[in-house]
């Protein structure tokens, strides 16, 4: 028996078929801006299947997908949500948020027009036109930021190409963005489709076990270790390995440090938390990694932010283990790889370890550190001045319950929260693999729609909130409550500092510093409420505590601006590490010269390879 569809209305019933373990569809629904290059087909499609998967309408098609993105994950990756646009701009839009889930092993279903596949009007409206490839159209920008990339230029191609793209989004291993480019007249050509073609199908994500000899030396090392430390990266939680941890490193007395995608797996409470790792890290973890005679990475791809760009594990002879379900990251820098799903190989471990049990735990340095970070993030004594971004971060942690989320991705936020955010389980979403500014009012959005039932605090600069704020409006059409904390510190604080760490002059970070005529005095209050939502400005910190707690009330987003200092980072005392940022090797001034002797010494203190 077969079925006549478009091909278009045949991906979108077969998508609308295909759930999770737990019954659920994988594709949630579509994100949709229509345009040429997909209103006819894909649009008369998705109106046509109605709530089997639902459409919902953004502001831009970058952050829509941004939107889907922190839905995936704050899903664990069990669920993830499509993204259409037309051709041309509306799909080199999305090609960011493409490369945002393929550093961070995401699933996201993106499906841009292209151009006729018969090419009978071409040029057609929007399109690219390579004077020597006539194959080729703007979404091959695609190929390079997508796990799996398809041109549909015949309906039938769509028989394989869709369960190739769920294989790989369902794939821990090689989990990651799809992209569909859907020539627009084939979207509208029909075809007759086998009925079993549309049978409803569950994907089941694998748990790869780990091969026993490999198995077997990463038993034995450990076993050889007298300091152990335990990398925690995402692959924890998108195993939902957290409660595997939590009893391996009680069970065997080994340190746990984190990375940004890894920070929440275990609460800061747990005994063996010390907290953020590397760059942005704490005193407890760095000095618990720098002695560490064995590094166990779990689901993480060693972020140069993670490792203090390779001179954070600075003990001579030190070995590197690496669990991970991609034999590209667990093969890295000389580690013993170890090809398992995290939860079970924690599980296999331990069966092997017995009573082994580490002796580098070192509770008063946990100890000492948190106590710093209480005494960083209090509340300030001269109110006269701006707060620091550390004392905002405390006063929200205060105003704070188990159910929130802090969530960020670019600027000064993302090291002040992984170095001094209490998080509670699953209590942190950073998008720092690709550190991408404009994520964080779309991602809040996609956040909270995959928890509804927890607190979704955002996190953002003024400088990401001028690129990207339009899913506000969306947000509030479609009553999805979050929270966002807007620091004003006029400008770009966080690479202002940077620059002149690195022996620059301050330039064009800053708007003080900005070749303008008049310094910019920007309502962001007024801005955020002509969108619907609810905005305040805080007076101080005390009032910014209150108002955290009053936005929990409400059924639309709220933001609240608070002014903040730009010279402060947010380290303290011995928090923190060097990062590799290189230092121009000629230039005028002592103050370059002496960056450039800094960066030298810290270079020969690298250890890239076991």
């Given amino acids: 028996m077969t079925l006549r569809l478009t091909a278009a209305q045949a991906m979108v019933r077969w998508l609308s078929q295909q759930q999770n373990e737990a019954g659920e569809r994988f594709i949630e629904g579509v994100w949709a801006i229509f ?362 942690q205060r105003a704070a319950t188990e159910a929130s989320i802090a969530m960020s991705a670019a600027g000064t936020m993302p090291g002040a929260l992984k170095l001094l955010w209490q998080a509670s389980q699953g209590g942190y979403h950073m998008e720092y693999g690709y550190s991408c500014m404009g994520y964080e009012i779309a991602g809040a959005m996609g956040l909270k729609l995959a928890q509804p039932e927890r607190e979704v605090l955002c996190f953002v600069g003024d400088g990401s909130y001028m690129m990207a704020n339009s899913e506000l409006a969306t947000a509030v059409m479609r009553r999805i409550p979050f929270t966002v904390i807007l620091t004003d510190n006029r400008g770009y604080g966080c690479i202002n500092r940077l620059q002149q760490g690195t022996g620059g002059e301050a330039f064009n970070n800053l708007y003080a510093d900005c070749a303008v005529e008049a310094q910019p005095e920007i309502d962001f209050v007024a801005h955020a409420r002509s969108m619907g939502a609810h905005a305040v400005k805080a007076a101080d910190i005390v009032d910014l505590e209150a108002q955290v707690a009053a936005a929990r009330l409400r059924n639309l987003p709220t933001v609240i601006v608070i002014e903040t200092d730009p010279s402060h980072g947010p380290g303290f005392g011995e928090a923190g590490h060097w990062w590799d940022v290189a230092v121009p090797e000629t230039g005028d001034g002592e103050k370059l010269q002496q960056a450039r002797a800094r960066y030298l010494e810290a270079l020969a203190r690298q250890n890239l390879v076991n």
């Fill in 35 to 396: 345009g040429h290059g997909n209103v006819a087909g894909l649009g008369e499609a998705l109106h046509g299947v109605g709530a089997e998967l639902p459409t919902w309408r953004g502001q831009n098609e970058q952050t829509m997908a941004h939107a889907a993105i922190a839905y995936a994950k704050g899903n664990a990756r069990r669920r993830t949500q499509a993204v259409t646009s037309s051709i041309g701009p509306g799909a080199t839009n999305m090609v960011t948020a493409a490369a945002v889930a393929h550093v961070n092993r995401l699933p996201l279903l993106l499906i841009p027009g292209d151009v006729f596949a018969n090419r009978r009007p071409d040029p057609v409206l929007q399109q690219i036109e390579d004077f020597e490839d006539g194959t080729v159209s703007a979404n091959d920008c695609f190929r390079p930021v997508s796990r799996y990339f398809d041109r549909i230029t015949r309906p039938e191609h769509l028989l394989t190409a869709l369960p190739r793209a769920m294989r790989v989004m369902t794939d821990p291993a090689t989990c990651g963005p799809v992209t569909l480019a859907f020539c627009q007249d084939v979207q509208t050509e029909a075809h007759d489709w086998p009925e079993a073609f549309f049978a409803p199908r569950i994907w089941r994500i694998r748990r790869p076990e780990p091969d026993a000899a490999d198995l077997a030396e990463v038993a034995r090392l450990i076993r050889e270790a007298a300091a152990p430390v335990i990398v925690c990266g995402g692959g924890v939680i998108y195993s939902g390995a957290e409660g595997a941890l939590a009893d391996f490193a009680a069970r065997h007395a080994i340190p746990v440090v984190e990375t940004q995608a890894g920070k929440s797996a275990l609460p800061q409470a747990h005994p063996l938390n010390y907290g953020a790792a590397g760059v942005d890290g704490s005193a407890a973890a760095n000095a618990m990694a720098g002695k560490a005679d064995l590094v166990i990475g779990i689901g993480t791809r060693f972020q140069d932010f993670t490792t203090g760009s390779w001179s954070l594990f600075a003990r001579p002879g030190r070995r590197l283990v690496s669990i991970n379900t991609q034999g590209y990251d667990a093969d890295k820098h000389g580690a013993v790889g170890l090809l398992a799903d995290a939860r079970v190989a924690l599980d296999r471990l331990g069966g092997l370890l017995g009573t082994y049990r580490a002796t580098n735990a070192d509770a008063a340095a946990r100890s000492r550190w948190l106590s710093a970070v209480e005494t960083h993030c209090a509340r300030p004594r001269n109110t006269n001045l701006l707060p620091t971004d550390a004392q905002v971060i405390g006063a929200v």
